[in-house]
């Protein structure tokens, strides 16, 4: 039977696998061209024709090679493409992004669903028992420690949910429940990176606004305090220039001589170099490489979920609170206005 999910598009439906004692679950997603199904298991006449009728099956997703399943009779019956090997970071269907999990029983990937804050994943997970996660055992693995610190890239996510492929899936909570796998298997490593294991993105590209940037507290088990690291060319800045009124932060100079341009005026840094943002006015900046050479921060702040910034630059004020919303900070307007 396939069920509906809280997850808006989503369904799953399920098979009991008595010489595992747990289930297994396979995944429907509606996207704009017909339903996308994750490692399907074999379905009946009367749930292959509930999804005729409502548009078929157009792209088949194979999160690792021992998930074939009955792939083999959704392709025959919908004609469906068959993605079994999607680049890191790959958008597979609209909204979900692919994140290579190595080091298991074989090559995998997540599927990351941005918007639903959750993730499916095949067997590099397991749900069980029931509202916990475990391995499969260590001599199926290729290497159950690596794959541990491999899982960090879920971690990194703060997910809500946890699409498992093999047991009960975790519907909500999914973070903290990953973190008592990682560390409890894992020990006190998997809290630990080196600044040359960092994966390092572009981030931004706008005018003189980009940076190689990576992310440290998420990957290995920070929630309150955020910190990452950038890495600016020559004439780049990291972003506006902006105040915050909740969250405090401070650079740590790791490599070359940027400037920091404050309202005070503009300070050029070296390595070594701590460099405090107070909230409001005061704490106004902008990180920029004004040397000749390459230079990487450690930008460090509070993680408070609620914020306001102020860009004097531009005029713009953004406010962050269930969503995010960049207004003119000006012309102001009086209290009673338009009431």
């Known amino acids: 039977m396939i069920a509906q999910l809280s997850i808006p598009g989503a369904w799953m439906w399920s098979a009991w696998q008595p010489d595992r004692g747990m289930l297994f679950n396979s995944y429907l997603f509606q996207s704009c061209e017909g339903f996308v199904a994750v490692?399907?298991?074999?379905?009946?006449?009367?749930?292959?024709?509930?999804?005729?009728?409502?548009?078929?099956?157009?792209?088949?997703?194979?999160?690792?090679?021992?998930?074939?399943?009955?792939?083999?009779?959704?392709?025959?019956?919908?004609?469906?493409?068959?993605?079994?090997?999607?680049?890191?970071?790959?958008?597979?269907?609209?909204?979900?992004?692919?994140?290579?999990?190595?080091?298991?029983?074989?090559?995998?990937?997540?599927?990351?669903?941005?918007?639903?804050?959750?993730?499916?994943?095949?067997?590099?997970?397991?749900?069980a028992p029931a509202g916990a996660l475990s391995l499969l055992p260590?001599?199926?693995?290729?290497?159950?420690?690596l794959l541990l610190l491999a899982l960090r890239r879920l971690w990194a996510l703060e997910l809500d949910s946890l699409l498992l492929c093999d047991g009960q899936p975790i519907f909500g909570g999914a973070d903290v429940v990953l973190a008592t796998l990682l560390e409890s298997r894992?020990?006190?490593e998997v809290n630990r990176v080196n600044i040359d294991e960092l994966a390092f993105e572009k981030y931004k590209d706008y005018m003189r606004f980009a940076a190689d940037e990576a992310e440290v507290g998420l990957l290995i088990g920070a929630r309150k305090l955020?910190?990452?690291?950038?890495?600016?060319?020559?004439?780049?800045?990291?972003?506006?220039?902006?105040?915050?009124?909740?969250?405090?932060?401070?650079?740590?100079?790791?490599?070359?001589?940027?400037?920091?341009?404050?309202?005070?005026?503009?300070?050029?840094?070296?390595?070594?170099?701590?460099?405090?943002?107070p909230t409001g006015e005061r704490g106004t900046h902008e990180v920029r490489n004004d040397s000749g050479a390459p230079?990487?921060?450690?930008?460090?702040?509070?993680?408070?979920?609620?914020?306001?910034?102020?860009?004097?630059?531009?005029?713009?004020?953004?406010?962050?609170?269930?969503g995010r919303l960049m207004l003119r900070s000006s012309p102001a307007l009086g209290y009673f206005d338009g009431e």
């Not at 157009?58 to 025959?76: F, G, K, P, W, Y």
């Not at 910034?309 to 953004?318: G, N, Q, R, T």
């Open 39 to 127: 490692d399907p298991l074999p379905l009946d006449d009367k749930a292959l024709e509930w999804i005729t009728s409502h548009g078929g099956v157009h792209t088949i997703v194979i999160t690792n090679r021992d998930h074939e399943r009955s792939a083999a009779q959704l392709q025959e019956r919908f004609g469906a493409r068959r993605i079994a090997d999607p680049a890191d970071g790959e958008e597979i269907f609209s909204g979900a992004y692919a994140v290579r999990i190595p080091y298991g029983k074989s090559p995998e990937f997540a599927i990351h669903l941005r918007e639903a804050n959750a993730a499916v994943i095949g067997d590099a997970l397991i749900g």
């Open 186 to 188: 894992g020990g006190a």
């Open 226 to 277: 955020g910190y990452r690291v950038a890495k600016l060319a020559p004439g780049t800045s990291f972003c506006p220039m902006h105040s915050h009124v909740v969250n405090e932060e401070f650079f740590f100079i790791l490599d070359g001589n940027p400037s920091i341009r404050t309202l005070r005026g503009t300070i050029r840094c070296r390595p070594g170099d701590f460099i405090a943002f």
């Open 295 to 322: 230079s990487a921060v450690l930008l460090v702040g509070m993680n408070e979920a609620r914020e306001v910034c102020f860009y004097p630059d531009s005029d713009k004020v953004l406010i962050v609170s269930d």
């Open 138 to 145: 260590d001599e199926k693995l290729e290497d159950p420690k």
